[in-house]
Structure formats: C-alpha cells, structure tokens
C-alpha cells in the first residue's frame, strides 16, 4: 500500500494513544471536524485548517492504534468509514456556508467524494479491489488542509480542482470496476 511509510511516521503518536479504545479516537476526529467546520463557516479559512490538521491525524492514527493494540474489529472499520462520509460532507458544507454563491461547485464535490467512496465499497461488495484513483481520501484531504491553508484568495481554485478531481476518480473507479468485472464472469 503506498500510504504505509507516510501511516509509519505516526506509530510512535500511535503507540502514545494505544490506551484509549480506537473507536474514541475515530469520533475525536469526528467531533474536531465539527469545530473546523464552525470555524470555516465563519470564514476563518486558515485556523479552520490548521483545527482539520488534527482531525485527519486522528483519522490516520485510529487504524494504527487499532492494530497496534490488538483491537481492530469489524464495527470499527465500518465506523471509521462512516465517520469519513460525515467528516466530508461537514468541511464541505461549512465551506459552502461561507461561499453562498458556489454551492453547485460544492455540491459537485460531495457528489464526487462520494461517488469514490461508493464506488470502493461496491467493488468490495462484489469481490472486487478498486483502491486506485487519482483524488483518493488523503489526496482530496492535503489538497483541501492546503487550500485552507492559502485563505480565501485561493479557495475557490482548489475547489474546482477538487469537483473536476473527485469525479474523475470516481469515472476511474467505474472503469475500473468495469475491466475488473468483465474478466470474472
């Protein structure tokens, strides 16, 4: 997996938090999003960033914990993907609070983020691998912590870049499916 060495570099915070029950941490990450969300809302584009740090440091460390501590489970999976969907749609639509004007730009962003999302899951339904795409979870959240980070002057330029990026991860993974498909009959 190419997000092992970059997962590495938090074992050491891993091994700090393995006490506290993973599905915690998940729902830390959750409830830190919330508090960027307001944040963003409010327009305050870069400290809203800087608070989304720590929850995608939760949400990358809660796995690592889970395996660490020898308490990865099913339900925490599920739970941590779920909370994914939730974490999203919330960054998004505080972004959309502030920028009243470009909600379609958003909407196409939810729509892409998770058409990806589903597109995985199905594939996993059906027995089929689709993990590639060129706007997977972390791509989309460093591109968007990074156009927090740039302010207001830049958002809107990252997002076009996300709606254009998410849906065509989301064409990829359908192609994928598709080749992936048609050799199983």
């Known amino acids: 997996m190419k997000y092992d060495k970059v997962r590495k570099v938090f074992n050491p915070l891993a091994h700090l938090m393995k006490r506290i029950p993973p599905n915690i941490i998940t729902l830390s990450g959750l409830i830190i ?93 059906l027995g089929i691998e689709i993990k590639a795409g060129l706007f997977t979870r972390v791509e989309r959240a460093i591109i968007l912590i990074i156009g927090l980070l740039m302010g207001h002057k830049y958002i809107i330029y990252v997002l076009w870049l996300l709606a254009i990026g998410t849906n065509f991860t989301a064409l990829q993974r359908l192609y994928i499916g598709y080749k992936k498909s048609k050799n199983r009959r």
């Not at 305050?44 to 914990?65: E, Q, S």
């Not at 960054?91 to 589903?118: A, R, V």
């Open 33 to 125: 999003t919330i508090i960027a969300t307001v944040v963003i809302g409010k327009g305050y584009f870069r400290y809203g960033g800087i608070i989304l740090i720590f929850g995608v440091l939760m949400d990358t460390i809660d796995g690592t914990v889970a395996r660490i501590s020898n308490k990865t489970t099913k339900f925490g999976a599920f739970f941590d993907s779920a909370l994914d969907r939730y974490e999203e749609i919330c960054i998004f639509i505080g972004i959309g609070f502030f920028l009243k004007n470009d909600l379609i730009l958003i909407f196409f962003i939810i729509m892409g983020t998770f058409m990806t999302s589903y597109l995985r899951a199905r594939g996993e339904g």
